[in-house]
């Protein structure tokens, strides 16, 4: 396979010529990833993300051999955000995902976490309470959110991720699992996000970004930036994070952090 890697401090950068090479590089390992965490009947939680490559990696999943291999009724499936639209808006994360993937997998419905949508019972606020309520059943004596096996996260131009913007005080929140977003620098203006304690508690961090106008983003976060400034130089995961970037993406990135022969 065509691909390069990069490490600075304990993040790892995998580098993939194209856009469609690492959404099949993403998925091949997401799969290898949940399957060696299910083999024993052990639950695992994946936390999604929105966006055309969070959609491109699911649909690679989908079409990969390994997808039947799966027990996905083991699988839970979450999202890091959510768009704060109606139920069936194609902007909401879990419509995309549902169209890529999970309407096309052996996943129980309960096993499918959303946000609750704008047009149903809840207000924005009582949508992030409820989300944080729906994570606590899952919770640990240590935190009242599951520990995510993988949380895939998308990378803005101006560095967010999930919904945690840049200089925005959701970025700094500690004390709570979901926020309500509102005026959002980007459309739709409400939102629910996760908190960055919540992201890093997961296992493993991967971050998909793809496209020049993302090299910037990469190279701060690499470089160790303030996470308020940019908010993906402060996702971090337990065990690893990854950077799974096109080589657009990666033309910040230094040569003496890449190794060709990986």
Known sequence: MNAMVASSEEKLVVVEPTPTALAERVADRFLTRVKARTKNGRIAHISLTGGSMGSAVLRAV???????????????????????????????????????????????AENVHEVAASDGEFTLDQAAESYAAELAKFGSDDHPWPSFAVCFLGVGPDGHIASLFPDRSEVTETDAVALPVRDSPKPPPERVTLTRPVINGSKRVWLVLTGADKASALGLALAGASYTNVPAAGAKGRKRTIFFVDQAAASEVSEDLIDPSY
């Open 62 to 108: 989908r079409e990969h051999p390994k997808v039947n291999k799966i027990d996905w009724s083991l699988v839970h499936f979450w999202w890091s955000d959510e768009r704060f639209v109606a139920k069936a808006d194609a902007d909401r994360n879990a419509v995309q995902s549902r169209e890529a993937l999970l309407d096309h997998i052996s996943v129980p």
